[in-house]
């Protein structure tokens, strides 16, 4: 326990039906370099059962040690006991930053913990960095309906709490690690006043924060039976299909495939845009994608200036002409 140093950079690294979750990689990848900038140690916490293998995984995202807590009050996945867990480990051993990932879990779990520990957060942050002079997180985030970017510092309480949604900060390259066992503290908490009866999945899509091909639809599609072109695109290609809030408010496309601000933030390899102009709130969801390719009949649509291809014309004949392409 003497190897736990106070004022480190601690990253909450979820586990969901046994495996970490990436977005616990991706923050480790992003806090090892504000740790080596602020020189603060860089914890992965990881709560419940550790899977196997996932200290290797995280001292090779760049986590100098993984500090691990498991009570049979956290054999169910539910917020209050793992927030309990958390609350101990930090009275304990006083981190000065703490990072968790913004999925449906980490939005439940992590204000919790910032309440009880009476400290700020700053949910949703898309930039974060060390202000050289003072040491402390720089959380950036949109602010005002998307409008403006807010730069949040907690000065005064600890820890310094943001989350960060899947899939907006990168994968990091793998290091050598000499990490193989984490160090466990024991908590004996209470099983808590909810019990978990049974899971049912609310969804049947993939999860498009994890794809790597999207093909994703904005108003410019048209009618509803256009999106039967951008699904059997996404098919041919081995993808998912994405869409802009519009078409999710109008009822034609699932939530689970929001792209955007208010919606999943995504890193495909490849997203195709068909018919969307790129407002702010739909670029803040991919900032992560590798290569864009964009069809826009107007030339000036917001979404060029971030498209690797541009494509001006109507995205229904592009498509269809693309699918007859690729037979
Ligand atoms: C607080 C807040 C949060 C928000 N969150 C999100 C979010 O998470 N995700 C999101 O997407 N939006 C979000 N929005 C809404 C956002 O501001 C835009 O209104 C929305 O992204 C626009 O969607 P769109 O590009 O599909 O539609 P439009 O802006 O109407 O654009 C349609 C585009 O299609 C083009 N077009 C028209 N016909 C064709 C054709 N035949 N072929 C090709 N192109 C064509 C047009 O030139 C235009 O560029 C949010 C807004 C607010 C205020």
């Known amino acids: 326990m003497e190897q736990i140093k106070k004022g480190a950079l601690w990253v909450f690294c979820e586990v969901q039906s046994g495996e970490l979750l990436p977005v616990g990689m991706q923050l480790l990848g992003r806090a090892k370099t504000l740790a080596a900038e602020s020189n603060r140690p860089l914890?992965?916490?990881v709560l419940g059962k550790i899977p196997e293998g996932a200290v290797k995984t995280l001292g090779a995202a760049g986590a100098d040690?993984?500090?691990?807590?498991?009570?049979?009050?956290?054999?169910?996945?539910?917020?209050q006991p793992y927030a309990d867990s958390l609350i101990d480990l930090a009275q304990?051993?006083?981190?000065?930053?703490?990072?968790v990932g913004a999925t449906p879990f980490g939005r439940a779990f992590a204000p919790r913990v910032a309440a009880a520990l009476g400290t700020g957060l700053t949910a949703d942050c898309t930039e974060l960095s060390i202000e050289a002079e003072s040491g402390l997180l720089l959380q950036t985030r949109p602010a005002f309906g998307g409008n403006m970017m807010a730069t949040i510092k907690t000065a005064t309480h600890r820890p310094q709490m943001a989350t960060v949604r899947p899939g907006v900060l990168p994968l990091p390259e793998p290091v050598e690690t000499p990490l193989s066992e984490p160090i466990a503290i024991p908590y004996n908490n209470e099983a808590g006043l909810v019990?978990?009866?049974?899971?049912?999945?609310?969804?049947?899509?993939?999860?498009?924060?994890?794809?790597?091909?999207?093909?994703?639809?904005?108003?410019?599609?048209?009618?509803?039976?256009?999106?039967?072109?951008?699904?059997?695109?996404?098919?041919?290609?081995?993808?998912?299909?994405?869409?802009?809030?519009?078409?999710?408010?109008?009822?034609?496309?699932?939530?689970?495939?929001q792209i955007g601000q208010t919606g999943y933030s995504v890193a495909p390899d490849l997203l195709i845009c068909c018919g969307i102009s790129g407002a702010v709130q739909h670029l803040a969801g991919i900032g992560g994608a590798k290569t864009v390719i964009a069809i826009n009949t107007?030339?000036?649509?917001?979404?060029?200036?971030?498209?690797?291809?541009?494509?001006?014309?109507?995205?229904?004949?592009?498509?269809?002409?693309?699918?007859?392409?690729?037979?």
């Open 43 to 45: 914890y992965a916490i």
């Open 65 to 79: 040690e993984v500090i691990c807590s498991d009570s049979p009050a956290l054999a169910d996945k539910l917020e």
């Open 92 to 99: 304990k051993f006083e981190p000065d930053i703490l990072l």
């Open 195 to 257: 019990r978990l009866l049974r899971e049912t999945a609310i969804s049947k899509g993939a999860d498009i924060s994890q794809s790597k091909i999207i093909v994703a639809a904005g108003r410019g599609i048209g009618q509803k039976k256009n999106l039967k072109l951008v699904q059997a695109l996404a098919d041919k290609l081995g993808g998912e299909v994405g869409a802009s809030r519009p078409l999710v408010d109008m009822g034609f496309c699932p939530y689970s495939s």
């Open 298 to 327: 107007d030339p000036k649509a917001p979404i060029f200036s971030v498209a690797d291809y541009k494509i001006v014309g109507d995205c229904v004949t592009v498509l269809e002409n693309l699918l007859k392409l690729l037979g």
